[in-house]
């Protein structure tokens, strides 16, 4: 079964920094465009960034512009999620999802699968 | 304050016809494919429509989707207690240039 692992997340101080990793099972990543989605306890879904298959193409929510990093290796499968200057309300589970459908055409597209979500926690 | 609007609750009773309604605009239902995702307790979102109306292989045919102008509906027929979860649409927007999701619908199978 095709399936995406998350990990890197844990407590960290406001201000402080965390990079996450996804890494891809079973399929090959290269293929796929993919996404950070997060969620905040007891909230709903939040679309945090989206990396194209080549990295041409990079995506972020107005919330963490400026702050967060996305990145791809390819050759390891693997795409990264750098966090910066963490805030209280960065505090979720982050998940990553595979962006299937029709590449580039995000209007067509879907995530499938989702990783099981690591958890970040901003607080002192 | 989510972009893609969806009741908080939903409640049903099993066997029972259940709908949950997405509201949005222009810039994401109107000109967009709609896909909805169930979330069960304590696990991460799965894929449960796409592309407005088609099930992955695997969903149960008692699950179905559709999208009229800048809305777009799920609707659950047959209920049953495994249904209990909460439920996201989601569309990609053109003015923000990204994914927007609906602040989920929590269904409760009484």
């Known amino acids: 079964e095709v399936q995406l692992v998350e990990s890197g997340g844990g407590l960290v101080q406001p201000g402080g920094s965390l990079r996450l990793s996804c890494e891809a099972s079973l399929f090959t990543l290269s293929s796929f465009g993919l996404n950070w989605v997060r969620q905040a306890p007891g909230k709903g879904l939040e679309w945090v960034s989206y990396?194209?298959?080549?990295?041409?193409?990079?995506y972020y929510a107005d919330s963490v512009k400026g702050r967060f990093t996305i990145s791809r290796d390819n050759a390891k499968n693997s795409v990264y999620l750098q966090m910066n200057s963490l805030r209280a309300e960065d505090t979720a589970v982050y998940y990553c999802a595979r962006e299937a459908g029709w590449g580039t055409v995000h209007y067509l597209n879907w995530f499938d699968p989702w990783g099981q979500g690591t958890l970040v926690t901003v607080s002192s | 304050q989510s972009v893609l609007t969806q009741p908080p609750s939903a409640s049903g009773t099993p066997g029972q016809r259940v709908t949950i309604s997405c509201s949005g605009s222009r810039s994401n239902i109107g000109g967009n494919t709609v896909n909805w995702y169930q979330q069960l307790p304590g696990t991460a979102p799965k894929l449960l429509i796409y592309s407005n109306n088609k099930r992955p292989s695997g969903v149960p045919d008692r699950f179905s989707g559709s999208k009229s102008g800048t809305s777009a509906s799920l609707a659950i027929s047959g209920l049953q207690s495994e249904d209990e979860a909460d439920y996201y649409c989601a569309s990609w927007d053109d003015s923000l240039n990204g994914w927007v999701f609906g602040g989920g619908t929590k269904l409760t199978v009484l």
């Open positions: 990396i194209s298959r080549s990295s041409s193409a990079i």
